[in-house]
């Protein structure tokens, strides 16, 4: 196991917060609950989907039992008709931090989807509001002429955001064309305007730890978990929120959509498990060319159950909590 570790902690004072990135499979909960009990600290979740009630067998949130051993914020907060933004998640966990700072407790950031993050620790640009309407047509437009056709859309009014955004992220490149038609000009040349500031988190010392185990063995351990998620009444779980909420947005996440379409009966059983075993391998890859973006990050190259990472995270959380005292 090899640890890359980054400069100084993020912030000069204030209390400690521990974020823990790494990709879906690499065992963030694992490491976070035993962070969590010998430090004497509470879980913030940074999951877009475990924030809906209902949808628990394909976000793979923590269960009862892992719930009942340390105080969780930010799950089952949300209808899944409900869209949560990014900002209202920045909002909530920087209300959770505070809230779990201010009882001299450490607050434990875990979860997978960096937007969430990278609002919550930088805040998000002053854009222009939502467009129902436009946000509608480009949904449409987007199932009539399939995956692809947005991103196309995307290339020739900003192809530096195109570049960046992957090509099946809907919801990320409906908002880069939303910019782009509402300010007149390329995402890329607002996101760089400095009159449009950001909010960045403070009053805290960020502490990241980023877990990287390898590859083989990560895509395994997803494989073996898609496979679980559909044993355990996936398909069961997504019939059930689809007669009480309708073809909801938040069904099309990872899992989810596999599902939908073995009931659709577009797909078989085994096509929905093999096409959500792919989904999650290639999540994982995005999510680990995002996280590598995170500064001054400690990487561990190793599974979050394993008993060398909770060792070599305990001495950097350790070491964090020393300096704050030491200060």
């Known amino acids: 196991m090899g640890t890359a570790c ?11 917060a521990v974020l823990i990135l790494g990709p879906t499979g690499s065992g963030k909960t694992a490491l976070s609950l035993a962070l969590g009990e010998r430090f004497g ?25 892992e719930r009942a051993r340390l105080p969780h914020h930010l799950i089952d907060i949300a209808e899944p008709d409900a869209p949560f933004t990014a900002g209202e998640y920045s909002r909530a966990a920087r209300a959770a931090l505070r809230e779990i700072a201010g009882r001299g407790r450490l607050p434990i950031v875990t979860g997978g989807t960096g937007l969430y993050l990278r609002a919550l620790t930088d805040g998000l640009f002053a854009g222009p509001a939502r467009q129902t309407e436009l946000r509608t047509r480009l949904e449409r437009s987007r199932r009539r002429h399939g995956e692809g056709w947005l991103h196309r859309i995307l290339r020739r009014l900003d192809p530096a955001s195109a570049e960046r955004i992957h090509a099946n992220d809907a919801p990320k490149l409906i908002r880069a064309i939303e910019v782009c038609l509402a300010e007149r000009k390329p995402l890329s040349h607002v996101l760089g305007d400095k009159a449009l ?8 010392r960020l502490l990241r730890i980023g877990l990287n185990p390898p590859r083989p063995a ?26 009480r909420y309708g073809p909801v947005k938040a069904l099309d996440s990872l899992g989810y959509r596999q599902a939908m379409a073995a009931l659709a009966g577009s797909s078989t ?24 973006r995170e500064p001054e990050a400690h990487w561990i190259e190793s599974f979050g159950d394993a008993a060398e990472t909770l060792r070599a995270a305990s001495e950097l959380v350790d070491a964090g909590l020393r300096a704050r005292l030491n200060g």
Not at 50 to 61: F, I, N, P, S, W
Not at 225 to 243: C, W
Not at 270 to 292: C, D, I, M, P, S
């Open 197 to 204: 500031a950001r909010d960045p988190l403070t009053g805290f």
């Open 41 to 65: 600290g509470e879980i913030v979740s940074c999951d877009s989907v475990a924030v809906y009630r209902g949808m628990d067998l394909g976000t793979a949130k923590p269960t009862t039992e």
């Open 6 to 16: 980054g400069g100084p902690l993020e912030g000069s004072n204030g209390p400690l």
């Open 218 to 243: 990560l895509y395994a351990r997803l494989n073996r978990r898609a496979e679980a998620m559909f044993a355990a009444g996936l398909i069961e779980e997504t019939r059930g929120l689809l007669a």
């Open 269 to 292: 059983v085994e096509q929905a498990v093999a096409a959500a075993q792919q989904g999650h391998r290639n999540y994982a890859k995005r999510q680990l060319t995002w996280f590598r």
